[in-house]
């Protein structure tokens, strides 16, 4: 899979796509996409994703808050594991929310050469959403391209979004969530220095600097998986304020000890895979009681993860 990030450099031949926020890479956007990977190699032709960053709703509604379930590197990893071929990640602006939809799919036949679009049913592009599926076969018929439409797919009788997943995630809801993305959801960071107090108790946790933009579950104790150097080790992360202590934290920070590791972390960069919610996050009237509190909660955490692959 090659990755890019503008237009400017590509010029393709014969490609067929598809277009999309895709945040989460879920399984929806999964079957969508299986579809046209599998149709366009069978047609010996290349399957090309055209995404956008930051997240159009972002833009549009000048969302600050915590928002996305992947960052851009992410969902192209995601992507590529599908067997796409190329990812083009469009950086969006109010300027590009103004390009009507024949504008945006002659950019799109004029650099990619595209013959064929998959595209949900509900699908709509261009300024005010003009370009629905009606109007994109309309416009095919002038730049030569086909319109493909993929209807949604129902799994466990609910239909899969991304908003659903990020409500999910919000609740601190990750076995259900993991459900809809068909893998667990994870958190990425680099370990950087925090106060110490992990150590100070014997308990020796890994502050991750998250991405501002990325969601993190509710603040919680979580049972997760942590991946260092590729290789997965058992852990129990926080997520919280962690109210025991005086100078309470403003902001949510994701500390995760793993349980059978032995080394330095700092600088090093750790993925946390969420399996289960053990507890919601609480004060504690002593230390004490918050450390029988960890051991329980460690003791928890590996009964659950010695039932999940």
Not at 54 to 78: C, D
Not at 149 to 165: A, K, L, T, Y
């Amino acid at each position: 899979m090659q990755h890019f990030t503008s237009l400017e450099e590509l010029h393709l031949k014969e490609t067929w796509g598809t277009i999309g926020a895709f945040d989460g890479v879920h399984r929806g956007h999964q079957a969508l996409i299986q579809q046209l990977v599998n149709s366009a190699h069978s047609a010996k032709k290349p399957a090309v994703v055209i995404t956008f960053y930051p997240h159009p709703v972002v833009v549009l509604r000048r969302i600050t808050t915590p928002f996305y379930l992947t960052s851009s590197e992410e969902r192209a990893t995601l992507l590529g594991e599908l067997g796409v071929d190329y990812v083009v990640t469009l950086p969006f602006s109010f300027e590009l929310s103004q390009l009507g939809a024949y504008q945006f799919m002659q950019m799109l036949t004029n650099h990619l050469g595209l013959r064929k679009l998959f595209t949900g049913h509900d699908f709509a592009l261009g300024h005010n959403r003009e370009g629905n599926v009606e109007r994109l076969r309309e416009i095919g018929k002038e730049l030569n391209y086909e319109v493909k439409v993929v209807p949604p797919i129902d799994f466990g009788g609910e239909i899969v979004s991304s908003s659903r997943v990020r409500i999910l995630v919000s609740r601190g809801e990750v076995q259900q969530a993991a459900r809809l993305l068909g893998r667990l959801y994870s958190l990425s960071g680099q370990v950087v220095h925090g106060d110490g107090r992990g150590q100070e108790l014997g308990i020796p946790t890994s502050n991750l600097e998250i991405q501002p933009q990325r969601i993190p579950p509710a603040n919680g104790v979580y049972a997760c998986w942590a991946v260092v150097n590729e290789q997965r080790f058992p852990a129990v992360t926080n997520v919280g304020l962690r109210p025991t202590f005086e100078n309470q934290l403003l902001q949510p920070r994701v500390e995760t000890h793993l349980l059978d590791f032995q080394g330095q972390l700092y600088g090093q960069v750790i993925k946390v895979q969420f399996v289960s919610r053990i507890r919601p996050e609480k004060r504690f009237s002593t230390v004490d009681e918050l450390l029988n509190q960890i051991q329980r909660d460690i003791q928890i955490a590996r009964e659950v993860l010695a039932h999940v692959e």
